[in-house]
């Protein structure tokens, strides 16, 4: 096994006497040899248009979705008022008539 750094080189020494070493170099290491060839990667196509054409029907399907409760919400709150109003009608006439 080759070492991957150097022996560390004593460059000289601090003010305290201590000894300073030059920081260690990366050694260069060889790839391995081997002997079958070796191909570049493949990269894959994504898939292109079909993927975006995908993404819009489905994001058109959601937007309908969305819309068709936001008029299925509002129908309701109208249908709740009305029947609010009527039955406060009906309250006031039960009791003028007491």
């Known amino acids: 096994m080759r070492p991957e750094y ?8 601090d003010t305290y006497g201590r000894p300073v070493y030059a920081s260690p170099q990366r050694m260069r290491v060889d790839p391995p040899a081997c002997r079958h060839d070796h191909q570049a990667p493949v990269q894959r196509q994504s898939g292109g248009a079909a993927k975006w054409v995908g993404i819009g029907v489905g994001g058109s399907m959601l937007a309908v979705s969305i819309a068709v409760s936001a008029v299925a919400v509002a129908v ?3 249908a709740l008022t009305c029947c609010l109003l009527v039955l406060r009608s009906m309250w006031r006439d039960y009791q003028k008539g007491r």
Do not use: C, L
């Open 6 to 13: 150097e022996e560390p080189r004593q460059i000289g020494y």
């Open 76 to 78: 309701s709150a109208v």
